[in-house]
Nanobody, 119 residues
Framework: VKLVESGGGSVQAGGSLRLSCAVS????????MGWFRQAPGKGREKVAT?????IRRYGVDGDFFISRDNAKNTLYLRMRDLEPKDSAMYYC????????????????YGQGTQVTVSS
């Protein structure tokens, strides 16, 4: 399984970004997929997960929306009204062993894409 994130960058508070995760070696709609983030000096935390039925779960406050494009085998995270506290490395994640209730962790992560929000 290979996960390649893109779409990160630097924005001002209140700005928006959309992260993308190109998935290969795995079908994005076949199991739990998610986005996680890790800020310097902090542990990795769940941002959002989605299961094959399209059930979404969010782990942080904010205007986040997880979605997928089955035809492109790609996972997305739309982020709006960003705040400096949202600054972190964002990771795409796959959990091929879970298809119903997604966990707050995952066994496979991509390399990450950096999001920096300035005040």
């Amino acid at each position: 399984v290979k996960l390649v994130e893109s779409g990160g960058g630097s924005v001002q508070a209140g700005g928006s970004l959309r992260l993308s995760c190109a998935v290969s070696g795995h079908t994005v709609s076949s199991s739990c997929m998610g986005w996680f983030r890790q800020a310097p000096g902090k542990g990795r935390e769940k941002v959002a997960t989605i299961n094959p039925d399209g059930i979404r779960r969010y782990g942080v406050d904010g205007d986040f929306f997880i979605s997928r494009d089955n035809a492109k085998n790609t996972l997305y995270l739309r982020m709006r009204d960003l705040e400096p506290k949202d600054s972190a490395m964002y990771y795409c994640a796959a959990d091929p062993g879970r298809t119903t209730v997604c966990a707050d962790y995952a066994p496979i992560y991509g390399q990450g894409t950096q999001v920096t929000v300035s005040s």
